[in-house]
């Protein structure tokens, strides 16, 4: 099936009341989705502010890898992706509270 690629931006918040971070993100979908389907996607996406979609923009394949390494890069995904793996290991009871310090996960 065929692919398309987008960048959407998108407010972020948790980071001091009133305060938020714009953060590119980049998706693969298949072809059949369209632009207003990304933005339902996006806005539904974890930590992602009430209308914080600020726009979404479809890109090609280069641009898309590109953007993929941009966002492993980013503090911001860092800390996010890191709780929530954290929060993971700790329901499942693979990991117990406290200990993730010492397993290097934030």
Avoid at 58 to 65: N, S, V
Avoid at 81 to 100: D, H, I, N, V, Y
Wanted: hydrophobic fraction near 40%; glycine fraction near 10%; aromatic fraction near 12%.
């Amino acid at each position: 099936m065929d692919k398309r690629y987008w960048k959407a931006i998108c407010r972020y918040g948790h980071v001091g009341f009133g305060n938020e971070v714009s953060v590119a993100r980049y998706l693969e979908t298949d072809s059949r989705l369209t632009c207003f389907d990304v933005w339902n996607i996006v806005k539904t996406m974890p930590g992602v502010k009430a209308r914080g979609v600020v726009f979404v923009t479809e890109i090609d394949r280069a641009r898309w890898l590109m953007g993929k390494e941009e966002e492993k890069e980013n503090f911001y995904l860092q800390q996010m992706f890191a709780r929530a793996k954290k929060q993971q290991l700790e329901a499942e009871g693979g990991l117990p509270a406290g200990r993730c310090a010492e397993e290097g996960i934030a």
